[in-house]
Structures are given as C-alpha cells and as structure tokens.
C-alpha cells in the first residue's frame, strides 16, 4: 500500500512539474473581454425569460411567496431591460436586442407551462436559482471585464440586484422543498 501511494505521489509531481504555467499577468487578466452586442444581446435574452417565467408564476404557483417573488421579477426585470434598452440605442446596439426568447429559455417556458401542480413551484424556483447563477456570472464578468462603459455601469448596478434574487429564490427552493 505505502508503496503504491508513493507511486501515485511520484506520477502526480510529474504531471505538476511537465503541466504548462500560467503567468501571473495572464492569471489576473481574467476573461477576454466580452462583446458589448453579446453581453446586450444575453442580459435582454434573460430579462425576456424571467419576465415571461415569472406571468406563469403568477398564473401556476400555489404559494404565496412564489408569486410574490414572481412579481419581483417581474417589477425588478422590466426596469432592467428599459434601462438596457435606453442604453443599447445610445450605443447602436438596439438591433442586437432580442424581443423574443431564444430555443433554450423556450425550452424552459414549456417546462414551466407543463408542471403539474403540485411540481410548479418547486421548478419554478429551482429554474430561478440556475437563471441567477448564470445571469450574475455573466453581470459580474461584464462589469469586470466589458468593454463598453455605459454596458459596463449597467452591469455593475445588476450584480446586487441578481445577487439578491438568487439568495431569494434560494431560500424559498430550500423552504419548498423541506415542506
């Protein structure tokens, strides 16, 4: 046993001691820079869904909270994509909006519309946690690493905001799904 344990250790060193080096300059740089059409192209894509995800919300959930949640999104959602809106025809990048979602949001919709009852709010909610997982990476990346100033602020005012929802959607899926 020691024997093979030390084999191991040794194959591990070898493969740390031949595996290519970053640069600490290169480490720190982070991601390459998003583009600004990309960035406002994604964050209206997930405007879009939430608002859409949170009107079946009102409509399908049985609790409470969820639709007092689903009207935050709502609320929260619309004055983001006004707000990106406003920007993106100030920086020629309104053609890059969609107004419709795309194939996966879609997707997730007819998830959501086809829920029985009883499983809405616990999909809803779960849907919430990994849309706020995905929309903070993607707020956080932009305002670290946008390109675009005005893109870059919008970003930077989101992050508390999804920050937020997400904590939110997660302490209403862990009560849910205790209950």
Request: negative net charge; charged residues 20%.
């Amino acid at each position: 046993m020691r024997r093979l344990l030390a084999v191991l250790g040794f194959a591990a060193l070898a493969c740390l001691a031949t595996a290519p080096t970053v640069s600490a300059q290169s480490a720190a740089a982070g991601p390459a820079q998003t583009d600004a059409a990309d960035y406002a192209q994604r964050t209206a894509a997930s405007n879009l869904f939430e608002i859409s995800a949170a009107q079946a919300a009102l409509q399908k959930a049985s609790s409470d909270e969820v639709r007092s949640f689903a009207r935050m999104m709502i609320d929260d959602h619309t004055k983001a994509g006004e707000q990106l809106t406003d920007v993106a025809k100030g920086q020629n990048l309104a053609a890059a909006l969609p107004t419709s979602v795309d194939a996966r949001y879609d997707q997730l919709l007819q998830d959501l519309a086809n829920a029985t009852e009883q499983d809405f709010d616990r999909l809803y909610m779960r849907t919430q946690v990994e849309a706020h997982t995905a929309a903070l990476k993607l707020q956080q990346d932009y305002s670290s690493f946008g390109g675009n100033p005005a893109l870059k602020a919008i970003a930077t005012q989101l992050v508390p905001i999804i920050k937020r929802h997400h904590d939110q959607a997660q302490s209403i899926l862990d009560r849910l799904s205790r209950a």
